[in-house]
């Protein structure tokens, strides 16, 4: 599916001068409710095509296709003055921008979600899955759900079906909610409390590198008072959540160098060093059986919760039993810490390992290289360089010689242990405090639309660059997600279950209505 | 190349009723050179032939085409009683055998080669190779070489020119030096002192697991004196060799389990625990820095060396210093000990590691799996499944539960530390006395080749399944190799020297008229 394309029977909602009205939030949920449920299978058909377009960052023109196309949805929804955003950099993925300016209202809140999905390994995916051939499935299908073909027309559709696709959930899930959290609104005649703009970026997956340039750039046009960031996955009870900050992230890959020919593991076993069991052993000296982290002064820099954040995370329901059951084990890292509290300090990840080859394909050698990709998560107070420089430190107690590029033949020759270290873009925690005032009115206008208590998180386990936010425009952000919480992301098998869809839905344009 | 197509000047070869004369070993050496100079373009034709024949354990219809061609080969030299034999469980792949009869000899010699190579990974080979279609290169691609079109008909090849591909030099360079050996004493009129017969199995990189249950099938006719077992490099410092004994292997594939599903590193880091970790600290508490294996009792069945064993140690080129250079690795591993030392001790190598993905494709996830393939070389004393039974053990002590089987979810409920373990099929050393009568006319007759005196070692360090010979048939086994030394076998860009290809020849058909 090259071409943009957009089923004929949303070509009807491009409005020009709606008769727009403010409405209670019960009223405003009744009527967007009524509107989704009249237009499923639209809303579906023109997901399963925004599905359809690859966009990782290898594949840069189908970035740009996925962008134009959204563009083009924004369009036919009536937003205005939509553009794609150049970075001051050539060939980064554009950013979409749009706007709505709602005569009377006194606030802007911005709606941020990125288009861009994490890396795919197509090979590792389940059978009849492909990462940009989106399918539907009567469950997760990795508990019992089986693949369902494409329902008839006037048919009605379960809320626990899921899509399965990279980025279903993270994040065309959030562009998707947004559009159609607005166009619910505009259809039903509800006009929004507050101006609304529309950010949706193309390179979270690779740390944005390039946000902050483009926030320069663009300044004047994204003043605002809030940026609401519509990624990530609602709380693993299912119940809806705000999340005030997120964690820091960085990458750093590891490549430790044997021999410079695969040897012959018979002929030189025993001799020549092994760059797989080097590995091991750095990575083994990093975290301790309970999973803390052993790099000296790996936590030093933290910046305490506040009472008012210590008091939320102990509202947070817990989830650990029955998580732990169905992710199938028996004992969490973390000496009996709550998950929640876990995730409010910086992590040490393995994200993979590669040596030559296992299973059916290995052979009896000493590798010529072992890899492993390191993924540090920041909390407020850690600096993703400083923190890197700890583990490159650590690294070198072990008794490496890092380098940063392929070693020389010198440097093979006079350092026993050798390892090059690839560090990624990486960027701080970020957290925005309990007691902002239009904080409370997001929270409030997301209760609006369940009967469960809102699950207020102080920072959400994943990253984003909301630093970024904060440094180049001084806005504070929230974070609403809609996914999912089993979607995996950032993995094979990515999928969002067709109620979050709706619910998230229900939450956008509560937002776009709070008081 | 899927017919069995052979280049048509060697059809000229089968030969019915030549004059064969016994002649001294200089007379032997000069003739048989005379006809290799005179036929290397053939000789190189036809080699290429059989290699662009795929070999792997993983296609069947590929190992039995090789049998037939090599059976095809040994009918055109006039080697009689040609038989593939089949093996009591059906589905093994054929071995090939072949037998001359020389009137007046007392003692027979059955030659040994193997046609299967190791698993292949095309992805992993250089630019313009590929597994099963040979190509010529001017000398080691490692080392400066360069890809060359095929020589002109007349054109003379250099020896220091390299063939590549999937068993170039491990094995079917065996199987090619011993047809090629004894076409050139029959072509030169020369006949051979001793009886022949010719074995070439088609699983030993499978571990040879039904090699026993042929032998005892067949084994009246492989009554033999002695069996020369052609496989293996020579001397790293390019001297002949005759081995008395090779290293017992045993494969163990491990596979460390965490959460059923990949899980967003951010969400659930520091909480759900993650099997890279795991498997890097089972591997890292393996072995120690220097090399020293740490399961317990793992050295305690070696039987030491004989006092004529340990001269004989003492009498091989030291190699090291050049080896570590040309490897490009400053330490090795066994404090101090030889090379060839260490390799008359038993080892634990790591063959691969894997783990979701890294380097561009690596993603933010804790992964669910986390594998690795160990190697254990074996050496007389050792029996392979008392050592695997320690290994597991090892394992065991580390607190992981060991499994065989894909954990069940009460497994997982119960053991905090799951591991799957999945031994191959396995062998024992063998070593054959260095005073066996025959064993010292072996070694004569391959000196008569060379100026440079001939290295003998007690042991190999790679692996055959030579015990069973001795506990099949009653039959000492030598081993004569003639692949150059860095001829990556066993992993990608596998080559062979030409010069190797000519001397093995020469060494061949030196054995095939020992005094």
Known sequence: MKNVYLPGCLLGIVVAGLLLAAAPPAAVLRKVRQYRQGHEQALLAEYLHLLAIPSVAADSAG?????????????????????????????????????????????????????????????????????????????????????????????????DWRIYARGSSDDKAGVMTILTGYQALAQSGIKPTVNLKFFFEGEEERGSPHLAEVLRKYRTALQADLWIICDGPVHQSGRKEVVFGVRGDVNLGLTVYGPKRPLHSGHYGNWAPNPALELAQLLASMKDSTGRVRVAGFYDDVVPLTAAEQAAVRRVPAVEPALQQELGFARPEGQGQSLVELLNQPSLNINGLRSANVGAQAANVIPTTAEAMLDLRLV??????????????????????VTHAEPTDVERAQHARLVRLEPGAGYNAQRTPLDLPLARQVVQAVQTTTAEPVVVLPTLGGSLPLYVFKQELGTPTLTVPVANYDNNQHAENENIRLGNLWDGLETMAALMTLK
Not at 124 to 153: D, I, N, R, T
Not at 383 to 391: E, H, I, N, S
């Open 380 to 401: 407020l107070g850690n600096d993703y360089q400083r923190q890197l420089a700890k583990v490159e430190r650590h690294i070198e107690r072990q008794g490496f010689f």
């Open 63 to 159: 970035l740009r296709q996925t962008a134009t196309t959204i563009a083009e949805m924004m369009r036919q929804r009536g937003i205005t003055n939509v553009q794609l955003l150049a970075a001051p950099t050539p060939g980064v993925p554009p950013t979409v921008y749009g706007e709505v300016r709602v005569p009377g209202a006194t606030r802007t809140l911005v709606f941020y979600a990125h288009y861009d999905g994490q890396p795919v390994n197509a090979a590792q995916w389940a059978p009849g899955l492909s990462p940009f051939k989106p399918v539907l499935a009567s469950g997760s299908l990795a508990s019992g759900g089986h693949l369902l073909p494409l329902p008839a027309p006037t048919a009605p559709l379960s809320p």
